[in-house]
């Protein structure tokens, strides 16, 4: 009789066993499709696997689905990494809240103290944080007011399969991307510190703003988590379409848009340069814009080199960018990416931060000046 209940025992812990562990693996082995266009960080965004810890989390469990590729193919299924407790509990809180507002549950409609407190702190942020400036600089604490009310698209030229311009430096290559990435970071970060809304449409998960001299040339950027085309209408046109996007929403809370597409140009070594801006014919904004930019690089080095002077331009020009995105915009050239004067303006990190400085300046002005026409 014994040895039957044992026998019994055994074979229903085995069952239970068999019955945990499938469980186990079921929970493990979540996977999903991604949707056509959808790039690692969309696809995760649309699984509620937002973040760096998940992104890395995703290309460690896909190593032999992705071969080497950080992008993920139409049709193919991925394994998602497990949903970690901290963001099901805020799914739950949201699931809850939206629930209450479906009922219809309020004690009042009129706003309490700390109601109307907490609404103000929202709207007037004093830190943001943006992952892309990289683990140090995350967090950016909101110092200024001199830009609220204003909205920025900040677009680093070239990316993911496009390295664009490409020079050598004692043996080095300088990649076209790498620079005007870093230098979009750093005034991201600025018109954020003074209160503006900022989108950066080219990304790097990786990056972060970085202080090398040489910046390794990598294919990890995405058009706001969509892989970048190497055909260039179709490149040109992807950030068009998502500025755009932006701007029919943030129109509707922002009466000052603007945006700035950032390269760095390619000429004869011989040929030094200075910094350079050209605006859209059809848009009297972009020509305001791209002037005062000039006349605040003008000062600058009529401050900090006043025996060099500065002999930038600013001119109209067809590009396809500004042509096809609706905000008023600005399209600045750092300099020559051949030549051993002008790399010295980029390849130093205290030079990309002075030039991320002066385009700020630059906005600033130019907001300015809008609001005393307004």
């Known amino acids: 009789m014994n040895e039957q209940i044992m026998r019994r025992t055994i074979c229903l812990l085995i069952v239970l066993f068999g019955l945990f562990f499938s469980l186990q693996t079921f929970a493990?082995?979540?996977?999903?499709?991604?949707?056509?266009?959808?790039?690692?960080?969309?696809?995760?965004?649309?699984?509620?696997?937002?973040?760096?810890?998940?992104?890395?989390?995703?290309?460690?469990?896909?190593?032999?689905?992705?071969?080497?590729?950080?992008?993920?193919?139409?049709?193919?299924?991925?394994?998602?990494?497990?949903?970690?407790?901290?963001?099901?509990s805020s799914k739950t809180t949201k699931k809850k809240a939206k629930g209450k507002e479906e009922d219809g549950e309020a004690e009042d409609s009129r706003p309490s103290k700390s109601s109307v407190s907490k609404s103000k702190s929202r709207s007037q942020k004093t830190s943001i944080n943006e992952?892309?400036?990289?683990?140090?600089?995350?967090?950016?604490?909101?110092?200024?007011?001199r830009l609220r009310g204003a909205c920025f698209y900040v677009v680093s030229g070239h990316g993911g399969p496009d390295p664009g311009a490409i020079g050598m430096r004692n043996g080095v290559e300088l990649h076209e991307d790498e620079y005007a990435y870093d230098?979009?970071?750093?005034?991201?970060?600025?018109?954020?510190?003074?209160?503006?809304?900022?989108?950066?449409?080219?990304?790097?998960?990786?990056?972060?703003?970085?202080?090398?001299?040489?910046?390794?040339?990598?294919?990890?950027?995405?058009?706001?988590?969509?892989?970048?085309?190497?055909?260039?209408?179709?490149?040109?046109?992807?950030?068009?379409?998502k500025i755009n996007e932006l701007y029919r929403k943030d129109r509707k809370n922002y009466k000052y848009c603007r945006s700035i597409f950032l390269h760095v140009d390619s000429r004869s070594e011989g040929m030094q340069t200075d910094v350079f801006f050209y605006y859209s014919q059809t848009k009297p904004d972009s020509k305001r814009l791209a002037t005062t930019m000039k006349e605040t690089f003008e000062s600058k080095y009529g401050k900090y080199q006043p025996n060099r002077g500065f002999c930038g331009t600013v001119g109209p020009r067809s590009l396809y960018v500004m042509a096809n995105s609706s905000p008023s915009a600005v399209f600045v050239e750092l300099g020559n990416i051949q030549n051993s004067s002008d790399q010295q303006r980029f390849i130093l990190n205290s030079n990309r931060q002075a030039l991320a400085t002066w385009l700020r300046d630059g906005f600033v002005k130019d907001y300015q000046s809008y609001k005393s026409r307004k």
């Open 28 to 88: 493990q082995d979540e996977k999903d499709t991604p949707q056509k266009g959808e790039g690692i960080f969309a696809f995760l965004r649309r699984n509620e696997r937002e973040g760096k810890d998940y992104y890395k989390e995703f290309l460690e469990l896909n190593k032999r689905r992705l071969r080497g590729k950080e992008e993920v193919q139409f049709g193919v299924e991925y394994l998602l990494p497990p949903l970690r407790e901290d963001t099901k």
């Open 131 to 145: 992952p892309l400036f990289g683990s140090a600089l995350a967090n950016v604490k909101v110092t200024s007011d």
């Open 183 to 241: 230098v979009i970071l750093r005034l991201a970060r600025l018109l954020m510190q003074e209160g503006a809304q900022v989108n950066i449409i080219i990304q790097d998960a990786e990056d972060g703003i970085r202080d090398d001299l040489y910046l390794p040339n990598s294919k990890r950027e995405t058009c706001m988590g969509d892989p970048i085309p190497l055909n260039q209408v179709q490149r040109l046109q992807q950030r068009c379409d």
